[in-house]
């Protein structure tokens, strides 16, 4: 193995890549987030164990590239529509657990033995559940959609503007020597208007058009997101925030832009494997020399994690007047840390807040919440029913907030119909079903088309409907129909196993133009298919045999 890694940096990636590939394999075997398989590598091949890795530098730099753009869809997914819409029980929650976890973590860290500051950095870090992880697995559970499931998104959100406040701040006192907190708050304070004002004035002038200009490229859209997220990464390190708080502002810039769900979806794969050398890198600079004495704190931490975070969400929840059933499920959610706390921490590192030790101790907190909270996910309905008679504590006699919304009801602004292609059959659908006052949404990946229908204010998206990430942020829960147009069978052919991919148990439309590809069609399960120009001529037929009978009864 020597002699074959003495070969140079790009042997040693391969080799990672492949060692990574597998024990990933095992991860998702074992029902486990592949990022722990990724820490256990870096443990492996790191000095702590084989030291085979020589390509530190190289390594390092794809792991901040890898946090840039995590940082950076974070951001892209933070419509500011989505904030206005945060429901009083997800900001609530969020609020408590934060305040809660951050107080408690603080003392409790404290009490360890721990400094000030490494205990505030530590508490901070055990706030932050993985939005990843949770998405992923709700979505696998069908779950997303649920009560508890979009309460649970709510929270998330929250802290993920939390995160970067953290990070704001903790930057802000970076070199503060001296001065007083007095001092600090008002230089993150005029540096925070100032960057708001350069946000604003790009968001409202600038970003609109150069994105518009991009997106005539699928190819160029995924190099500008990238160079903008890196970009402004480096301008929020040279202003004095740090360079996650830039990504996190360059995706958030873009949050409002008609282009957003193209480039999420094309930065997700690029943002797995890129996060792949941080886990790597994080676990091969572990010293395990200093993490013996960090094994009964992690031990305590992780407890206070795995069991005071949901006990704080169920208190929260059942006080607002929701079943205990729905405050255990969303509550399960955040008991576990996530990477944005081990990429906080190693931020507090590279600031010289603190040292190596508090990086060992919130990693191995993060590796046994994650593994432990992975399985109680998964396995939350019989979980419940063995807790459930100790649980009805966390509830109302009478839980008036979910009698509420006990009616299943669409909800506001969901599509019924989803139109896929926008040419001049589909614009025309889109156009009339929408004047009907149906619920409809319509995808292309013209951005000419989409721009056009969008100052009629039609509701359109730019993207690929043949990319399953993209489908994956699509309202299908509740559409009826999904209606394609697009021309071609092997197009038609990718979207009908995305959307299988994504779940979706409605009725497929799809529009042809030759009897072979609607044979295909139907072959495929899809439930109607219409020609325009049979369909045309058969209704100018019945019209013309209609006119003529008339004139012959005259």
Known sequence: MDALLGHGPYVEFAVLLMVSAVAGAVAVRLRQPVLIAYIVIGILVGPAAFGLVRAHEQINLLAEIGVTVLLFVVGLKLDLQHIRHIGPVA?????????????????LTLAMGKGAVEAIYIAVALTFSSTIIIVKLLSDKRELDSLHGRIAVGFLIVQDLAVVLAMMT???????????????????????????????????????????AMARSQELLLIFAIAWGCGLAALGEWAGFSKEAGAFMAGFSLASTAYREAMNARLTGIRDFMLLFFFIDLGSRLDFSTLGGELLPAVVLSL???????????????????????????????????????????????????????????????????????????????????????????ERKRPFRELEVEQPVRPEGQPQVLVFGLGRYGARLLQQLDNAGVAVMGMDFDPEVVRSLALEGRNVRFGDGEDPSLLESLPLQHADWVVTTLAQWESNRALLHALRMAGFTGRIAGVVRDDPHGQALEAAGV????????DAADFAARWLVGDLKEKARQ
């Not at 970076?174 to 004002?197: C, I, N, P």
Request: aromatic share 10%.
């Open 304 to 394: 206070f994690v795995l069991i005071g975070n949901p006990l704080i969400v169920m208190a929260i929840m059942g006080f607002m007047g929701y079943r205990k059933r729905t405050g255990f499920l969303a509550g399960l959610t955040v008991a576990q840390i996530s990477e944005f706390s081990i990429v906080f921490v190693a931020m507090g590192i590279t600031l010289g807040h603190v040292g190596g030790e508090a990086l060992g101790l919130t990693t191995l907190v993060g590796l046994v919440t994650i593994m432990l909270s992975t399985y109680m996910i998964l396995f939350s309905q019989s979980l419940y029913e063995r807790l459930a008679p100790w649980l009805g504590v966390f």
């Open 170 to 212: 903790m930057s802000a006192l970076r070199g503060a020597g001296e001065a007083g907190a007095l001092e600090v708050a008002g230089s993150l304070l005029l540096r925070l208007v100032l960057a708001a004002l350069l946000m604003f004035v790009l968001m409202r002038y600038i970003l609109p058009k150069v994105v518009a």
């Open 91 to 107: 900001l609530a929650t969020g609020l408590g657990q934060l305040t809660f976890t951050i107080v408690f973590g603080f003392i």
């Open 527 to 534: 439930q109607l298919v219409l020609n325009p120009f049979t």
